[in-house]
């Protein structure tokens, strides 16, 4: 199971926001008091969350598809260890089972 392309981007997207957020952010504080310096650091603060949030969705995503890749390595395997057993109970195979016999009544 691969990785969709969605967790892929946004992982590769987040660390730019995370800087660009953070220097815009970090920037109003060595000018001292501007007219523009809440407006700045707002715009900065928002900038770094939407990273954190790519980033933490990124995560979750990577998450989700180990778990799911988990669940299907132990599907895989249930199945075949139970094909197994069939084979070993039934020589000829799954095909010859119920050859020539009819469930439910005579025709």
Do not use: K
Not at 21 to 35: C, I, K, L, Q, S
Not at 48 to 54: A, R, T
Request: net charge positive; charged share 10%; glycine share 14%.
């Amino acid at each position: 199971m691969r990785l969709p392309g969605v967790a892929t981007a946004l992982l590769v997207i987040s660390p730019v926001f995370l800087f660009f957020g953070a220097v815009h952010f970090m920037a109003t504080g060595p000018r001292g008091y501007f007219d523009n310096a809440q407006n700045q650091a707002v715009v900065g603060l928002v900038i770094f969350g939407v990273g954190v949030g790519f980033l933490l969705a990124g995560l979750v995503l990577v998450g989700v598809r180990t778990i799911a890749q988990q669940q299907l390595d132990l599907l895989r395997s249930t199945m075949r260890l139970s094909g197994a057993r069939a084979l070993e109970q039934d020589p000829a195979g799954p095909s010859s089972a119920g050859l020539g016999r009819r469930e439910g009544g005579a025709s």
